[in-house]
């Protein structure tokens, strides 16, 4: 039976991981893998087209999705809810390789990939939403992603210099960025609650009310899904 290409790709990746310490997400770490996992480099750019940088991507996907069935089994019924993003935060960040995150930073630092970095924090900020149960369609699904995305990508760089035991002072840099978030939270509401403040931003307020999370294209339309697209 042929292989499937999510199984060349998972091969090839798991290949890569030895070379990245050393030559990063580069095209050598590609050819590397290639040869170690014994694909033809003609065969596996047909699944990792852009070659290091799919693969590199390929590696955020699966930490996301390592982060996820972690979420799934963890018993977070009593957390409460900035404890719960907190949680998911830290979950992405130990299943992941410090080496291959900084290396892969660096890839996405550059002007011609930092599009694809953008796309791969906000993918993960929206599957934490996902996962924890978000339900927002209006344009607190947008602020919600945007403000984790900005928690998230500041965490990873700090995390990249910790050099505390069990990275504490990682955790403890996380709580104070989501306590920042919360102080947000806070004064939107008191905006949108208040009675002087919501005459006084009820233009805004309003224009907002029009905005609504994407939806997903119909099964079997082209197009690229807005929600799910994280490949």
Not at 30 to 45: E, I, N, S, T
Not at 70 to 85: K, P, S, T
Not at 156 to 161: D, E
Request: charged fraction near 25%; charge should be neutral; aromatic fraction near 8%.
């Amino acid at each position: 039976m042929s292989e499937t290409p999510e199984t060349m790709r998972e091969r090839l990746l798991a290949a890569a991981l030895g070379h990245v310490p050393f030559d990063g997400w580069s095209e050598a770490t590609f050819q590397a893998a290639c040869k170690d996992a014994g694909v033809a480099p003609a065969l596996a750019r047909a699944v990792l087209p852009r070659g290091a940088v799919d693969l590199a991507r390929a590696y955020h996907t699966a930490g996301d999705a390592a982060m996820v069935d972690r979420l799934q089994v963890a018993n977070l019924g009593a957390m409460r809810f900035r404890d719960r993003i907190a949680a998911a935060v830290r979950y992405r960040l130990e299943v992941a390789d410090r080496e291959a995150v900084r290396r892969g930073t660096a890839l996405f630092a550059l002007p011609q990939h930092a599009a694809e970095g953008a796309k791969a924090i906000w993918g993960t900020a929206d599957l934490i939403w996902e996962t924890l149960g978000d339900r927002s369609d209006d344009i607190n699904w947008y602020t919600k992603r945007m403000t984790l995305s900005g928690v998230y990508a500041s965490t990873v760089l700090f995390w990249l210099g910790d050099e505390t035991p069990g990275a504490e002072a990682t955790w403890a840099f996380l709580d104070r960025r989501i306590e920042d978030v919360m102080r947000i939270e806070t004064a939107k509401a008191k905006v949108k609650d208040g009675p002087v403040l919501s005459k006084l931003f009820a233009g805004p307020m309003w224009l907002m009310g029009k905005v609504h999370a994407p939806k997903p294209l119909p099964e079997g339309m082209p197009g690229v899904l807005n929600r799910g697209d994280r490949t």
